[in-house]
Structure formats: C-alpha cells, structure tokens
C-alpha cells in the first residue's frame, strides 16, 4: 500500500542552523508532495506543494526538493528560530481526489535558543 | 476571515455510544473534508462533501457519515463508539475542492472512547 515515512520523528536543531526534515515514499509515485506545520491543539497548516516536475521549490526561509529517483522529499528551513518548533507533516497526492493523498505521521522539530 | 471551526473541541463518550461532530468552513468555502488523526496512523481521510455531495470517501466503515447543509456547514457522525475510534478528529475546507488547491484545517475535535 502507499507510504509515506518521516524517519525522524523528533529533530532537535540549535537556533540559526538550517533544519532538514526527510519524507520518503512507497509504492507509489505521488504527483504532487505538500508540506504542512501543525502545533499543539492546532490543526495542520499548508506550507508549500511540490509537483513531481519541479526539482525544487522556495517560499521565504523554507526550501523543499522532490527528488523521484531517490524517491524522497527534503524540507529545509534555514536560519531556524525557536518560534518554528512544531510537528512538520509531509503528504503525497494523486491527482483526482482528497482520497488519494497519504499523510506521514509527522516530524517535531525543536529549536533550541 | 474568520478560520474554520469546529465544535466541541474535546469530548468524552463510552463505547456503544454515538456522536456528532461540527465544522464551520471559511465563508464561501463549498468544499468540506473530514480526517481522522492519531499518533501512529497519521492523517487519514474519511470523507469530502461539495455542495451537499458526498465527491469522495476513504476507507472507513459505516459506522462514519456525514453530511453538508446549504450554507457549507458540515457534521460528522459516528455511530457505536470503539474504543479505536479515539482520535483528533480534523475538518478542512477549501474554496475549489481540487487536492492541489489549499485546504485550510479547523483546531479539530479530540474524542476519547472509555
């Protein structure tokens, strides 16, 4: 069935360094990853979506890359800042439905002052 | 514009039990998706609803429905409580319906199962 792993469930980086979260896909091959931010009690936040054409995308201080040989995605956020401790979620999609997107189970990340 | 919201925000109920769960979109949103959260599956997505339509479904059983009024607000139904049904329940609404397009999440609903 489809996976999508987040090898790391816990990340913890010192303030100013960048943050690299990995998402690794199954048995299949999505057309589009998207990255989400979730805090505490809070429901998941979109960050950035990726199609399985483009090498690379960039929005302010996060990078992620989509490489479908290696079959992963790497989330970058540089200069990282206490404020972007929170669970990191990555997520892989077929086109034609919200039925066909699988979740990861999630990255925290915690940076540390 | 004011986010989407979900009542309650926490719940307690016993097994056999049954209970109904409420998301407001943002206003203008017609598309409404219902997920289910726990630790060791991830997200996972029971239904979506556009304009009153069920568009699609996961792999749920029956025991999870749902329905869409006129004005896009949605409920979320589970009938006979298992004890696996403990969750954070998630809705999220977006304005197209189109997977590629921004879904937005409410703060979800968090159901205990004694």
């Known amino acids: 069935s489809q996976k999508i792993e987040q090898n790391s469930e816990a990340l913890n980086i010192q303030e100013g360094k960048t943050a690299t979260l990995t998402c690794n896909y199954t048995?299949?091959?999505?057309?589009?990853l998207q990255w989400y931010r979730q805090d505490p009690g809070r429901g998941p936040v979109f960050l950035l979506l990726i199609r399985e054409n483009e090498k690379e995308k960039r929005k302010e201080r996060l990078k992620v890359t989509f490489d479908t040989t290696l079959k992963q995605s790497l989330f970058h956020i540089t200069a990282s800042q206490p404020a972007d401790s929170a669970t990191y979620l990555c997520?892989?999609?077929?086109?034609?439905?919200?039925?066909?997107?699988?979740f990861g189970t999630g990255t925290k990340l915690q940076v540390i002052p | 514009k004011a986010g989407v919201t979900q009542t309650p925000r926490y719940l307690i109920k016993t097994r056999g039990q049954q209970v109904t769960l409420s998301c407001s979109p943002i206003?203008?949103?017609?598309?409404v998706s219902w997920y289910q959260q726990t630790p060791g599956q991830g997200l996972q997505f029971l239904f979506e609803?556009?304009?009153?339509?069920?568009?699609n479904k996961g792999n749920f059983p029956g025991r999870f429905s749902g329905r869409q009024f006129s004005n896009s607000r949605s409920e979320m139904n589970v009938s006979t409580l298992e004890l696996g049904d403990s969750a954070l329940y998630l809705c999220a609404s977006s304005s197209t319906g189109v997977d590629t397009d921004t879904q937005y999440f409410g703060p979800g609903t968090r159901l205990t199962v004694l």
């Open positions: 048995n299949y091959s999505p057309a589009y």
């Open positions: 206003s203008g949103h017609r598309s």
């Open positions: 997520a892989g999609g077929l086109l034609g439905g919200y039925q066909k997107v699988t």
């Open positions: 609803y556009f304009s009153e339509t069920q568009r």
